[in-house]
């Protein structure tokens, strides 16, 4: 069979124009793919090719910051999450299960400015109503004590959040105190209190049971734990050597050990949070954070 030239002009503009076609598609899928990858892609900026490698890694690593970060911010005194369980019984049916039993606000000039949320336990359970007492003895009294003993002005406020995972309930109540003493430096600390409560049983939970229920390599998260004191006392070094009043940790402290760990909170997300506040022992208010999945 003989081609003609008519024939070869026809066979290559039909080619010239398919490839244009081609070169216009291929065009619109990078422009799509890329305003996708900066737009909408959350992991652009460290997987730009979208390939999924260690996409579940930068998650979690970029999750945690973001979290460590709006630590500070959570207190908005209400809680996140519910619970489908039928046997949790509450003292106010109109209320969420973690709600405020006051809202105290005294302000005296001279002498303190008080804004205080003191949550309580919407449960009707011995253990909860246990809990209630622990913590309005504890924020009542510390009210009372500033009220009526205190000489010097004092700034004292309680806010809290609650959260519910599964079957657990998280209580987290920040405590600040700001004493100003006349021709001294101020006295400051923030102080952290957590509450965790097995909604199933009717009990407290330990960070023994978050363990087994979630079944964490606890060695892991000692090399975790060790680590992450490791490279924050590192940095406070550094700050101590250019500024001197900077105050390191005792590393070997047993407080570090996860099995002795007294504050800790599960988000509603899951997320495991251990917390070393340590405005609960000296006038601080440092807290750092220790947060995985």
């Known amino acids: 069979m003989e081609i003609n030239e008519k024939d070869t002009d026809k066979i290559l503009g039909m080619n010239r124009t398919m490839f244009f076609v081609i070169v216009i598609l291929l065009c619109i899928l990078s422009l799509s793919i890329g305003i996708y990858a900066q737009v909408f892609y959350r992991y652009s900026e460290t997987d730009p090719f979208m390939l999924g490698i260690g996409v579940g ?3 979690d690593a970029a999750e945690i910051t973001k979290l460590k ?7 908005t005194n209400d809680i996140t999450g519910q619970t489908s369980l039928d046997n949790v019984i509450k003292k106010n049916k109109d209320k969420d299960l973690v709600m405020s039993l006051e ?3 005294e302000k005296d000039e001279d002498l303190y400015n008080i804004e205080a949320h003191i949550p309580q336990l919407n449960i009707n359970a011995p253990e909860a109503s246990k809990i209630n007492k622990e913590i309005e003895d504890k924020y009542s009294g510390k009210i009372d004590e500033i009220i009526y003993d205190s000489e010097e002005y004092t700034d004292y406020s309680v806010n809290y959040k609650a959260y519910i995972n ?3 309930l998280s209580l987290i109540i920040k405590e600040n105190i700001m004493v100003n003493t006349k021709g001294k430096q101020n006295k400051q600390s923030s102080k952290i209190t957590t509450y965790n409560y ?3 049983g009717n009990k407290r939970a330990t960070i023994q049971d978050i363990a087994k229920a979630k079944e964490l390599d606890t060695k892991e998260i000692q090399k975790e734990i060790d680590a992450e004191m490791k490279d924050l ?3 406070d070094e550094e700050l101590k050597s250019q500024y001197g009043d900077i105050k390191l940790r005792d590393l070997s402290n047993s407080m570090y050990k996860f099995e002795n760990t007294e504050n800790f909170i599960v988000n509603q997300d899951g997320y495991i949070y251990l917390i070393y506040a340590y405005g609960n022992t000296e006038n601080t208010n440092k807290i750092d954070l220790v947060i995985f999945k």
């Open 166 to 168: 599964g079957e657990l």
């Open 233 to 235: 006392n590192k940095k």
């Open 198 to 200: 097995n909604l199933r």
């Open 57 to 59: 890694r930068t998650q």
């Open 69 to 75: 970060n709006e630590f500070s911010g959570i207190f």
């Open 103 to 105: 809202t105290i606000r």
